[in-house]
């Protein structure tokens, strides 16, 4: 297995196409190509099936998978402004490739049906593929074909991102083989001789202790161990060092604990969810997930600082525990970058930090789909990596 990546600053559609793909027979030593993914900045948004059509053409063999951005990431850099056209492209002998779109429409005709939901992959008796997922923010509905997915492939690791090329309905282009989507989800399932793993970084530290939710009706808690959430909120906000009273106001979140079977906690086991709203009457507090009797949870702050640390953290962990990894795709959200760090490349410098020289290619998107405790999420704020590997 090898894998490539490369980046193209050149503003004119063809001359991007060429240097980035002369960039990835080079590091490939020129063997074909059997995957290619690409991502698109908005200046070449405009010729997006033209430029698929050009890197089809000088990768005849290879299957195609892409979407436009906002901004994208290739060969370690990432392009926040202005053209860029970034590409991924992998050797994998002894692995199957097996491409598949879904409409939104689709999502509502399949349901819970397992059996059909492997027939549309095209995966009828494998139940651990590895899955690559791009869709249209505007259209369907993402926590279905998440779950839809997970049903019927249980054992699975889904990762991927939502296109950022537009905030228009109908206007993001979603590029798979020789044709271009403008909405729903594609998709690309890997299996035979590769592994794909991931780590979702969703920039956050814990606040407070562990508590558990004692009342709640819907989505919203009434009693945080015995206590009104918001008595229990201010208690920990007068607590905290002055330097966190901003965030207090404007990046606060909750974490939800996925494994509730674990008894201690630590990052990474909490789903962080936003807080949508409270209720000074009652001292309840509305968030952005769903509850279950005695739930264990905690609040968190976001920060640039809090983010490269936990960052670090995850990575460092994956970096001890895991075989060395053969390439890797980045999904990061638009509010990260530049905008959270202040300086640029900052993802792909701890990536490079912690798992050496290797290919890498992604972008700035709109969600980000990667597990927490095994299960997958639509997230915000994150950066989700996917890392591939021969099977041991």
Same mark, same amino acid.
């Given at each position: ?6 980046? *193209?600053?050149?503003?004119? *559609? ?17 063997? +074909? ?10 200046? @070449?948004?405009?010729?997006? $099936?033209? #430029? ?26 990432? *392009? ?7 590409? !991924?492209?992998?050797? %994998?002998?002894? #692995? ?8 939104? /429409? =689709? ?15 095209? %995966? ?8 690559? %997922?791009?869709?249209? +923010?505007?259209?369907?509905? $993402?926590? &279905? ?13 889904? #990762? ?54 004692? !009342? ?55 789903? #962080? ?12 507090? $509305? ?12 609040? @968190? ?6 983010? *490269? ?11 001890? =525990? ?5 390439? $890797?795709? %980045? ?12 300086? /640029? ?13 290797? &290919? ?10 990667? +597990?927490? !405790? ?19």
């Amino acid at each position: 297995m090898l894998w490539s990546s490369s980046l *193209s600053l050149q503003s004119d *559609s063809q001359e991007a196409v060429s240097e980035s793909s002369e960039a990835i027979r080079h590091q490939l030593a020129e063997e +074909p190509a059997d995957l290619v993914v690409m991502f698109l900045s908005g200046q @070449h948004a405009a010729r997006a $099936s033209e #430029v698929a059509c050009m890197v089809a053409a000088e990768f005849p063999q290879a299957h195609l998978f892409g979407c436009t951005a906002a901004s994208v990431i290739g060969a370690g850099r990432e *392009s926040e402004d202005g053209a860029a056209v970034a590409l !991924a492209a992998a050797r %994998l002998p002894n #692995v199957s490739i097996a491409p598949f779109a879904i409409s939104g /429409p =689709e999502l509502q005709a399949l349901g819970t049906d397992t059996k059909a939901w492997r027939a549309r992959v095209g %995966l009828e008796d494998c139940l651990d593929p590895g899955l690559l %997922l791009l869709g249209d +923010p505007f259209s369907g509905d $993402s926590d &279905a074909i998440m779950r839809g997915l997970a049903e019927s492939f249980p054992q699975s690791v889904q #990762v991927g991102g939502l296109a950022s090329g537009s905030d228009r309905p109908g206007q993001n282009q979603l590029i798979l083989d020789d044709k271009v989507y403008r909405d729903g989800f594609i998709g690309i399932a890997l299996t035979g001789d590769v592994v794909l793993e991931s780590v979702v970084s969703q920039g956050c530290r814990s606040v407070g202790p562990p508590m558990f939710v004692t !009342a709640f009706r819907g989505n919203t808690i009434l009693e945080l161990d015995g206590r009104r959430p918001l008595d229990v909120l201010e208690e920990i906000s007068a607590q905290a060092p002055a330097a966190d009273a901003a965030l207090f106001r404007g990046s606060l979140f909750i974490g939800i604990q996925m494994d509730r079977n674990k008894l201690t906690v630590e990052a990474g086991d909490f789903l #962080v969810r936003n807080l949508l709203g409270a209720d000074p009457t009652t001292g309840g507090l $509305s968030i952005g997930a769903e509850l279950v009797e005695n739930q264990v949870v905690q609040f @968190h702050l976001r920060d640039g600082e809090s983010a *490269s640390a936990e960052l670090d953290e995850r990575l460092s962990k994956f970096a001890r =525990e895991r075989p060395a990894v053969s390439g $890797s795709l %980045l999904f990061s959200c638009l509010g990260r970058g530049r905008r959270m760090y202040g300086v /640029p490349n900052h993802d792909s410098d701890a990536l490079r930090r912690h798992l050496g020289e290797i &290919a890498v290619a992604g972008f700035f998107g709109n969600g980000e789909i990667g +597990p927490i !405790a095994g299960t997958p999420y639509l997230h915000g704020y994150t950066s989700a990596f996917g890392f591939f590997r021969p099977r041991a």
